[in-house]
DNA sequence: CGCATAACCTATCAGTGATAACTTATCACT
DNA sequence: AGTGATAAGTTATCACTGATAGGTTATGCG
């Protein structure tokens, strides 16, 4: 915002992937206050000391950056999920709170999580989008097979196909996260109490009845 | 996109409501072709054959003029579910076809539908878009859950508060129409098949088992 | 006719993402 | 130490964006 005509000293030879990190750091923290859509890329230059065609040398177009600091969250949100549930088995309780890491990460990293699933993919530059936010995307959601498969295997879930069981979950988890960082403003009732009931509800329609927890 | 210096004649004195509404639908045409994003007013102000500036005796801002074709697109989608289901007693089916006719709805105007609940809403101009966005958004949650009290009132639905219910399906519905919307290119599985799985969970996640109409 | 004003125009603004062309610091190597 | 290649970063500028100021013109009423 302020003009903040401190410059950040030269990056030596082979370190400018430093500063490329700086940046994406920088255009975090800008996308954590203000949203991805009020962040210009001069106010990253100048967050990171740099000017603004600085950045150019270090992403291809702004739309490049966003990807990537996109890209990034994904790797927290996987990272998050493995460390949680590879110790534990697959069972109901198991696969509630994988959802429920799904949509903390949502409503803690709104912005990436907005670039992510969200955002209208430009018209131009049409390849750098789709590479990686879709490869990115892709990867989470085979993580989130791989578990149901893992339920499956145990002879939890309903029967059907499994991708289709999958896609149909991650569209329930999906609805809860993006309604409530679109428009946080709605008459909501207590969130705690529907994120509960909204997972007990995807649960219910993924796992079999087997008495082995119903919850009611 | 090209330059198109044909110009629209002058509208008589009180009909400027008109020059209005031929915004609205030459803005709803470009959005449908290329998306929200990428139309600028210079572009909608040349499909209607006026200058720039002019929209601005019509509309207050930019954003003000996308609300108001998402606030159209809204009575659309009223209007569409009313007149399907007013005949038709509270059942199972019913219910489903209400959320079938929703789900029609985001994918036949997904920009309609993106600007209604995609958006993020800009920080500037901070009283438009909330007051008739999200009055319009309630006026169809309102149908939505009038719609659900019939089925409670008829004894079909599961035991629990009925604006968290309700809540709890629209966010399972919207989190498909907007993940399909969003990411077109995923390796969804066949979309129909999708569909009628995600929208039997939700029923059975809403309605109660009693023998009914059990889909299994 | 006169004239108030709705409807619309031209000119221009600050701000945007992006590119071109230039400078400068750093490092490997003699 | 000096030289040259080049990574890192600069300034100047582009076309385009949404938006505003202020003037112009056609319309319909009295």
Redesign the pocket.
């Known amino acids: 915002m302020l003009a903040s005509a401190v410059?950040?000293?030269?990056?030596?030879?082979?370190?400018?992937?430093e500063?490329r990190q700086e940046i994406l750091d920088a255009a975090l923290a800008l996308y954590a206050e203000r949203g991805v859509q009020g962040?210009?890329?001069?106010?990253i230059?100048a967050a990171v000391?740099?000017?603004?065609?600085?950045?150019?040398?270090?992403?291809?177009?702004?739309?490049?950056?966003q990807v990537e600091v996109c890209a990034q969250a994904f790797v927290d949100l996987r990272r998050r999920q493995a460390a949680q549930v590879d110790a534990e088995g697959p069972t109901r309780d198991s696969f509630l709170r994988a959802c429920r890491t799904y949509i903390d990460f949502g409503l803690e990293q709104p912005d990436a999580y907005r670039v992510a699933f969200m955002l209208e993919k430009p018209a131009?530059?049409p390849d750098a989008h789709e590479d990686k936010v879709l490869a990115a995307g892709l990867e989470a959601f085979g993580d989130f097979r791989r578990r149901i498969e893992r339920l499956a295997a145990a002879g939890l879930t309903r029967p059907g196909d499994l991708t289709l069981l999958t896609q149909s979950i991650w569209a329930g988890l999906h609805g809860l996260v993006s309604l409530l960082i679109a428009r946080p403003d709605f008459p909501w009732v207590e969130r705690e109490t529907l994120i509960a009931r909204h997972l007990e509800m995807l649960a219910d329609g993924l796992l079999s009845d087997g008495g082995l927890s119903p919850h009611r």
């Open positions: 410059r950040s000293p030269r990056k030596p030879r082979g370190h400018g992937g500063r962040v210009s890329t001069r106010e230059a000391g740099i000017s603004q065609p600085a950045l150019y040398g270090h992403f291809r177009s702004l739309n490049a950056l131009a530059d």
